[in-house]
Nanobody, 121 residues
């Protein structure tokens, strides 16, 4: 069973930094694209950043220049470094990945349970 588990959320002051981690575990055959989404209260879940298997990245306009997504394929990890945080970044952040289990001919899309990020003074 494949699982994604986020860590690193918390409370940070405006202008501060926070790093999120996502660990993929289980019977993993291969990992394709990985991404971070977020959902603020009363809003729809939105894509924050995505990293493709070749390392190519893309970002939501609202976080460009402030957030950086990266991955460590050897450790089955994906990270999100968030700098210059704003109150508007407050949300639950979810890890998402396209992962093929070892015993499957194709991949599935998986979600973590999320980690809360609160930006407030």
């Amino acid at each position: 069973q494949v699982q994604l588990v986020e860590s690193g959320g918390g409370l940070v002051q405006p202008g501060g930094s926070l790093g999120l981690s996502c660990a993929a575990s289980g019977n993993i055959g291969s990992i394709n694209n990985m991404a971070w989404y977020r959902q603020a209260p009363g809003k729809q879940r939105e894509l924050v950043a995505r990293i493709f298997s070749d390392g190519t990245t893309n970002y939501a306009d609202s976080v460009k220049g402030r957030f950086t997504i990266s991955r460590d394929n050897a450790k089955n990890m994906v990270y999100l470094q968030m700098n210059s945080l704003k109150p508007g970044d407050t949300a639950v952040y979810y890890c998402n990945g396209d992962i093929r289990p070892e015993d499957a001919p194709y991949g599935y899309n998986y979600w973590g349970r999320g980690t809360q990020v609160t930006v407030s003074s």
